[in-house]
């Protein structure tokens, strides 16, 4: 598959798990984002990184861990989540945005975390 | 941070009419404003953005215009057809920058 892919697609966990998401681009791109989009809410920005170093963190809980060991590959791993963590998880990619530029992100399909 | 809001938040519009989403913003050093379609169950996607040394863009059906004094820009998309029914989110950033703040989207709905 070509673009942005993400594995599971689906998920339901209870609150003791730990458990990862993975996402891939294939685009070549050297900039990879988490989002969480829940219901009747702004896609919330979770995590950034430019060259597989993490350039943004937005106030996210340490439940959520990230880790990109190379710039085609992210992943979010999850620990302890709380029912209210349930939502669609999108993985983006796009240009790195440190030299300036207005890059467009391309969406992977998500994944539906849901936490019992 | 930047605060981008959305309205409406739900549309209703006549196959063939014309549709209008709304978005302010309240940072002044904001200068990108990308648009995203987001189908039924599928991811979302670009389709217009805008920079801020420019007022209006066009792309066929759809048009997107920026009032940098009022820091409000919007969608605007005519003869619409049952294919443009999908959740719309804007957004604005600073450009260079990653971080893409959206909107909490409209679900525009074309009746046939």
């Known amino acids: 598959e070509t673009g942005v892919t993400q594995t599971p697609r689906h998920l339901v966990m209870g609150m003791t798990n730990k458990k990862s998401l993975k996402c891939e681009q294939h685009l070549g791109h050297n900039a990879m984002y988490w989002y969480k989009q829940s219901a009747k809410k702004p896609l919330e920005l979770m995590f950034v990184y430019n060259f597989k170093e993490q350039t943004e963190n937005n106030s996210v809980p340490s439940r959520f861990s990230p880790e990109c060991p190379n710039s085609s590959h992210l992943f979010l791993h999850l620990h302890t989540l709380q029912p209210e963590d349930s939502a669609l998880y999108l993985c983006?990619?796009?240009?790195?945005?440190?030299?300036?530029?207005?890059?467009?992100?391309?969406f992977g399909p998500g994944t539906r975390l849901t936490v019992l | 941070g930047e605060n981008v809001e959305q309205h409406p938040s739900t549309l209703s519009v006549q196959e063939g009419d014309s549709a209008v989403i709304k978005c302010t913003y309240s940072?002044?050093?904001?200068?990108?404003f990308p648009w995203y379609k987001q189908e039924l169950g599928k991811r979302p996607q670009l389709i217009i953005d805008?920079?801020?040394?420019?007022g209006e863009k066009k792309d066929q059906r759809i048009a997107v215009t920026l009032n940098k004094t009022a820091k409000h820009f919007s969608l605007h998309i005519t003869e619409t057809q049952p294919e443009d029914s999908a959740v719309y989110f804007c957004?604005?950033?600073?450009?260079?920058?990653?971080?893409?703040?959206f909107g909490t989207g409209t679900r525009l709905t074309v009746i046939p």
């Open positions: 805008i920079r801020s040394n420019v």
């Open positions: 983006a990619s796009s240009q790195d945005g440190l030299a300036g530029g207005y890059n467009e992100q391309f």
């Open positions: 957004a604005a950033s600073k450009g260079g920058a990653n971080n893409l703040f």
């Open positions: 940072d002044s050093a904001s200068n990108y």
